[in-house]
């Protein structure tokens, strides 16, 4: 995770980071750009979040405005699963 981290900051465009609730809006609208008809909703994203065993990793542009790439990975018992990106 540093190393990636490290990598977004050397450019100073993108910021890697865990997904807070409150860029549960700009998940969903990434979402909708990338799945119209199907895609997960805000509520499906803060629901995720909230819950035990999902970490939502995000990646933002330089003014934290848009988020231009994201992944949902579940972890129980030591296995990961990526459940969306």
Known sequence: MQRLNDAFLERE?????????SDAALL???EALC????GWS???FCETM???VCTV???HDRHMSKIVAY???SNVCKEGEILNI
């Open 57 to 59: 990793y995000a990646v």
């Open 71 to 73: 992944c949902v990975v």
């Open 42 to 44: 805000e509520k499906m």
């Open 28 to 30: 969903a609208e990434a």
């Open 13 to 21: 465009e993108l910021t890697l980071s865990i997904a807070e609730l």
């Open 35 to 38: 799945f119209p008809r199907d």
């Open 50 to 52: 909230q819950g035990p």
